[in-house]
């Protein structure tokens, strides 16, 4: 790689290999976007316990009326379809199958080509999850609101700060791939209390105060309650909420960038 | 053909070395029980914090006891457990046959081919979950002070088999649907997700929802249904219908195989 080049052809570079990757990627995800709507579906989390929280008929959340709550399980259920992280599987299985050989000598880090994936496939995604909110409203009228325009910028920000948090952070369980067979099952392990904890079974006004505390000292509420909450136009703490996040991208980032470099010094191409 | 009874002896030594074979294989993983007794742990602890969310505000779920409702928890956890230790291993395969070509080989096995697909492997990692249900239902059964009389423990017996059954139809009939759509294994990852709603009794949601999960997707069936016989309350009419129902998927389940195989036109055609 040359790195005296001028700082506009270092980024011209960047651009048009940006728009190379998301493009492609792109093209490449709308060939699955059959299996993209069945993803989509299977986030159906939050719209089941909207029912089970609406049938429980009085809210006893502090803050929380009927109507909140369905915008805030509906805005809970967009913000998961949008964080939706998928990376250790990919590279699990490129490892596995040995086509991470011959992306080790392309002059570009694989995961960026990872990203673009993910990135295309969120857009993909945008129709269908766009199709089952429409649904949504069709039986719950009620249900659909116009988030103000802050609310929803703050939201889309929060959305692909959480998104970005996730990928950094199963990024490095997905380096644990060159060391064990067995780091998927950790990830699989790692998205229990997520699924608890981040606000998809309920929001966290409902928790016991104790095991909000704790909750909120963990990654996982930051990624689901925090977007949800501003998207739906709760109140949340809007610094706090994004300082948290960045905080956990930054600590994060590194530790994957450091076990990349140690994995590959292990990896010897067959078998990993 | 053979007579049915040694033709069933037969399969019952196939079910047997099939199981043996594979837990043998799947023993070199030891590491996996760990990550598995953690992962059934956690996810029944986050299971009770939620159901202990609606509880702890005086708040009970569709008219369920707090410990009626555990039943129903520890009926989904049984099943779950089910499904990892025969439903996902085996029919996951499915999938790859179709696309790499092998399910030519399965056809050609003197057996039942949806019988080699359903039961070939055997994992043991569902096993936690199978136990750790279980445990939950008997003691939380208990605990609601039901006293179920015999007949009423042996409807909750058949009605555990309808509803595996049924379970299994679904997962059967999702599975062979890759016949046409190769990419299909992520709608059994849609099926599990949704079944997620068997996790509480279908009386707490709301009307159009408990007719989606009764009718469409028969969630009821799987553990409301069976949960209600344990808790010595079951009526006759719902226990003749769940049994009608587990027929009936099964008999769906077996004619889709034999109208899949029609389409199947083996690899690269």
């Given at each position: 790689m040359n790195w005296f080049r001028p700082?506009?052809?270092a980024l011209r570079r960047a651009s048009r290999l940006a728009r190379v990757l998301l493009s492609s990627q792109y093209a490449l995800m709308l060939e699955f976007r059959a299996e993209i709507v069945l993803w989509a579906l299977s986030g159906v989390l939050p719209l089941i316990m909207l029912g089970l929280w609406s049938g429980a008929g009085v809210v006893p959340i502090p803050g929380f009326t009927p109507?909140?709550?369905?915008?805030?399980?509906?805005a809970a259920f967009v913000v998961r379809q949008f964080t939706i992280v998928w990376v250790i599987h990919a590279f699990e299985e490129d490892a596995l199958q040995g086509r991470l050989s011959?992306?080790?000598?392309q002059p570009l880090n694989p995961f960026w080509r990872y990203l673009a994936a993910h990135l295309s496939e969120q857009a993909t995604?945008?129709?269908?999850?766009?199709?089952?909110?429409?649904l949504v409203a069709l039986v719950h009228p009620a249900a659909l609101w116009w988030p103000s325009p802050a609310g929803f910028l703050l939201a889309l920000l929060a959305t692909q700060l959480a998104f970005l948090v996730r990928f950094a952070i199963q990024s490095a369980l997905t380096m644990l791939c060159f060391w064990s067979e067995r780091a998927a099952a950790l990830e699989r392990l790692l998205l229990i209390p997520y699924l608890f904890l981040s606000g998809l079974v309920a929001p966290l006004e409902a928790f016991p105060a104790p095991i909000r505390s704790?909750?909120?000292?963990?990654?996982?509420?930051w990624m689901i309650w925090f977007p949800a909450q501003l998207l739906s136009g709760g109140t949340v703490p809007v610094a706090q909420g994004f300082g948290v996040l960045a905080a956990w991208g930054v600590l994060f980032v590194p530790i994957a960038a450091l076990l990349w470099r140690a994995g590959l010094r292990r990896y010897s191409a067959m078998g990993a | 053909m053979t007579s049915p009874l040694a033709s069933s002896g037969h399969y019952l030594l196939l079910l047997r070395r099939f199981w043996s074979t594979s837990l043998a294989a799947e023993l070199e993983y030891q590491a996996n029980f760990v990550l598995e007794l953690l992962a059934v742990g956690a996810n029944l602890a986050g299971s009770v914090f939620t159901l202990a969310l609606f509880y702890g505000q005086g708040h009970q779920l569709g008219g369920w006891s707090w410990n009626a409702a555990l039943v129903v928890l520890g009926l989904y956890t049984l099943l779950d457990g089910l499904t990892t230790t025969l439903l996902q291993p085996n029919l996951s395969t499915i999938v790859t046959h179709v696309r790499t070509g092998t399910l030519d080989f399965v056809l050609l096995k003197p057996i039942d081919s949806q019988f080699w697909l359903s039961t070939r492997t055997f994992s043991p990692w569902g096993l936690p979950g199978l136990f750790a249900g279980s445990v939950l239902v008997v003691v939380a059964a208990v605990r609601a002070g039901a006293r179920p009389g015999a007949l009423h423990l042996v409807a909750a017996a058949l009605l555990l088999v309808a509803s595996a059954l049924i379970l299994y139809s679904f997962w059967f009939v999702l599975a062979a649907t890759s016949i046409w759509f190769v990419k299909v294994w992520n709608a059994t990852e849609v099926l599990r997700s949704a079944l997620v709603a068997g996790r509480y009794p279908v009386s707490a949601y709301p009307?159009?929802?408990r007719l989606f999960f009764t009718v469409v997707l028969?969630?009821?069936f799987l553990t409301t249904v069976p949960a209600e016989a344990i808790l010595g309350r079951a009526s006759l009419g719902w226990v003749l219908l769940s049994l009608a129902v587990a027929a009936?998927?099964?008999?769906?389940?077996?004619?889709?195989?034999?109208?899949a195989l029609r389409f199947y036109t083996s690899a690269s055609s």
């Open positions: 700082p506009s052809h109507e909140r709550l369905v915008h805030y399980f509906l011959p992306a080790l000598l995604r945008l129709p269908f999850v766009l199709a089952i909110v429409a704790f909750a909120l000292h963990t990654p996982f509420p | 009307a159009g929802l028969p969630v009821a009936l998927s099964l008999l769906i389940s077996r004619r889709f195989w034999i109208f």
